[in-house]
């Protein structure tokens, strides 16, 4: 397996084929040509790096409505006992009246709906890629009125790493959803994992995005994508900049029902994974610690 990351044209012709190559090899890939507008792309990344420069207190309560695990977080990530030296903005879609800076909400509500955009294209081409005849059906998924959409601002401050050496800045983990679609700043950090297990550094490109497979996709291909461990680590040096990254999360509705989808299985294929409801995949996940094997109970061979 070739070990660089894939990129991928999203314009070109053959960019469906390509996407289904690089979510079976690595489960992740580089995206140009993606069409998102810098215009609020960068006006997220002001407006957010004017938040986390508040004072602490100022940060806890200017996102206090937003209820537990969502809102602002400082070093813990979830609520078993994780750390990283990271703090964050993480939020569902449905965030209306929130006490954070309205020029903030504002930048959060532009790119939100600018990422779900291309999310919806990409999600069409990982369908298409694997020969789907309804090429709607994953954007189906995470684009209903109550599907399961999150955002999440991530911020690697030098202060946060220094307070811990050689900690890690967000661990190793798979993302529980379909699809992530994450922008970072030029500030490096993002390792995929290969399938040999070696960690691949991720070279930031603030012009591209980048996508990696989820759980929930894993299991609907029956495998065929694979939801990719990543984890960020904190760099030695001491940069001007710190990073910064943006994720989107594309998780479906709590009632959507994730199996294998027959139409992507042959009479003589293996199915690896017993059923479960999103909402219930959710409750098991937020117990357990970021780096478990999340899909492991549900495996079949
Ligand atoms: C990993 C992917 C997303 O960041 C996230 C994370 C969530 C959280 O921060 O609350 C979790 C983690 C993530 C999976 C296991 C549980 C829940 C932290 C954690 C220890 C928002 C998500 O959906 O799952």
Redesign the pocket.
């Known amino acids: 397996m070739e070990a660089s990351i894939p990129v991928i044209d999203l314009l070109s012709p053959g960019s469906a084929g390509a996407i289904a190559d690089a979510c079976g090899s690595h489960g992740f890939f580089k995206a140009v040509n993606h069409g998102m507008d810098v215009g609020i792309v960068e006006t997220l990344e002001a407006e957010a790096r004017s938040f986390f420069a508040l004072p602490e207190g100022d940060k806890l309560s200017s996102s206090a409505d937003l209820s537990k695990?969502l809102g602002y977080g400082c070093r813990s990530?979830?609520t078993?006992g994780?750390v990283g030296s990271v703090e964050y903005l993480?939020m569902s879609t449905v965030n209306s009246n929130s006490t954070m800076p309205i020029a903030l909400c504002n930048a959060l509500d532009e790119y939100m709906r600018i990422v779900q955009e291309v999310a919806g294209r990409v999600l069409v081409l990982m369908a298409e890629g694997l020969g789907m005849v309804d090429t709607n059906v994953f954007r189906g998924m995470v684009q209903r009125n109550d599907s399961d959409e999150?955002l999440?601002v991530n911020h690697y401050p030098h202060s946060l790493r220094l307070e811990a050496p050689g900690s890690t800045g967000f661990g190793e983990?798979t993302?529980?959803?379909l699809m992530s679609l994450l922008r970072s700043n030029s500030v490096s950090g993002l390792q995929i994992a290969l399938l040999d297990g070696t960690w691949l550094p991720v070279a930031p490109d603030a012009e591209s995005i980048f996508i990696n497979v989820g759980d929930v996709m894993q299991v609907l291909t029956n495998g065929r994508y694979r939801s990719v461990r990543h984890r960020v680590v904190a760099q030695a040096g001491e940069g001007v900049l710190s990073r910064l990254s943006m994720?989107y999360?594309g998780g479906p509705a709590p009632t959507e029902w994730i199996v294998p989808m027959p139409n992507l299985l042959q009479p003589q294929d293996t199915i690896f994974y017993k059923g479960f409801w999103w909402g219930d995949y959710k409750t098991a996940?937020?117990r357990?610690?970021?780096a478990a094997c999340r899909l492991e109970p549900f495996l079949l061979h």
Do not use: E, Y
């Open positions: 695990p990530i979830g078993n994780d993480l999150l999440r983990h993302d529980p959803q994720v999360f996940a937020s357990t610690k970021l």
